[in-house]
């Protein structure tokens, strides 16, 4: 039942709803038309076992729900970015707000100032994937309010950028040349590291491991993996086993001929056949690989080459999708799953990407199979 309480010192009226089996519900309003109105709402939430209590939502500003589940995200693979966006969303105009005051319009304006600066659709769903992680991990008596805006973004583009053979010619021979002013500091891991990861479509922290990073509070915000070791490399198998992979699993891959001849590179390199494969770090393959295609495309011109586009957004996690590419010419979804890790076929047919001579190939098969029965006819 609900009862009504005046205060004449405010002029304001309570609002009070008691019923069996949930707790009591308490909200002030300027007249009493609005707290007859809100206790009829409440009650028949309740009738209709719908009703969520709210209170903690009221009390609980965004910031603070948000360094709640800070502590949730530091278990995550990608903590370190994740952290990032926390920090953002501490610092926007709706970190002081409660959630339970949260609206989807809110998101919207928040969407559309992102969109006005510049920002791609598919980092503004990251950004409210975090505010989405909060409504996921905890049970605040309210909805999700980012559901409705993130229906509106679009879908990521699926990539599709290929490495063409000149393309790969150029940046292998430039590879190869590492230059730098101290011959000692030169990264010699880095043409056997790209030609590893071509072979077998394996990520980065899957061969390098991650670096550990530390934030402005000199707080460890992710510690540093290891990569491939020695003592997870079959030879006479053909196969290398990757610790604690994206998706947070351990993983047979097999090797190519290819990629054997790296690991035996690799080997002379550093002939301790204990601890990383390819002793480097993340960090320094990506600013040898940066500096390696710049000079690359700058040899490029030199030889008169036109094409604007030569190397152009062409990234080192786009080898893992030439990968996946070239080798689904020889093997089968099934096989192909082996070879790069994907746990489904809808996120392994995003990395497939089928170029010009792909689809030739696909051709010629078909010749030979009209070839085949018009002998048999």
């Given at each position: 039942m609900a009862s009504f309480k005046y205060y004449e010192d405010s002029g304001k009226w309570q609002a009070i709803v008691r019923k069996k089996g949930y707790p009591t519900q308490y909200k002030m309003h300027l007249t009493k038309f609005d707290a007859e109105k809100w206790a009829t709402l409440i009650e028949s939430e309740m009738i209709r076992s719908v009703f969520r209590d709210d209170k903690e939502a009221s009390e609980t500003t965004l910031s603070d729900a948000l360094t709640r589940y800070e502590e949730v995200a530091k278990k995550n693979k990608g903590y370190s970015m994740e952290k990032v966006r926390i920090e953002v969303w501490k610092r926007g105009k709706l970190a002081k707000r409660a959630i339970s005051t949260l609206r989807s319009k809110d998101f919207d304006e928040y969407r559309d100032q992102r969109r006005t600066d510049g920002i791609s659709d598919a980092t503004i769903r990251n950004d409210l994937a975090v505010i989405a992680a909060i409504f996921k991990h905890f049970d605040y008596g309210v909805s999700n309010p980012t559901a409705k805006t993130v229906k509106t973004l679009a879908l990521a583009a699926k990539r599709s950028r290929r490495l063409s053979a000149l393309e790969q010619k150029y940046l292998m021979a430039q590879l190869d040349n590492t230059q730098c002013?101290?011959?000692?500091?030169?990264?010699?891991?880095?043409p056997l590291v790209t030609r590893f990861a071509i072979e077998t479509a394996a990520r980065i922290s899957e061969i390098i491991g991650k670096d550990r990073i530390i934030d402005k509070d000199e707080v460890v915000i992710s510690t540093a993996t290891p990569g491939l070791i020695w003592e997870n490399v079959n030879i006479e198998k053909c196969i290398v086993k990757f610790i604690d992979t994206?998706?947070?699993?351990?993983?047979?891959?097999?090797?190519s001929p290819a990629a054997i001849e790296c690991l035996e590179q690799a080997r002379k390199l550093n002939p301790v056949l204990r601890g990383q494969v390819f002793p480097t770090t993340n960090s320094a393959i990506k600013q040898a690989w940066q500096r390696a295609k710049k000079r690359a495309q700058d040899q490029y011109k030199v030889d008169g080459g036109m094409d604007p586009d030569f190397l152009v957004d062409f990234r080192f996690h786009d080898n893992r999708h030439e990968a996946a590419s070239r080798w689904s010419r020889d093997f089968d979804i099934k096989q192909l799953k082996m070879v790069t890790g994907h746990k489904d076929i809808r996120s392994l047919m995003r990395y497939v990407n089928p170029d010009e001579d792909d689809v030739a190939l696909i051709a010629t098969k078909m010749a030979e199979v009209h070839k085949l029965n018009t002998i048999a006819a």
């Open positions: 002013s101290d011959p000692k500091r030169a990264n010699k891991w880095i994206k998706n947070g699993e351990n993983r047979f891959a097999p090797l």
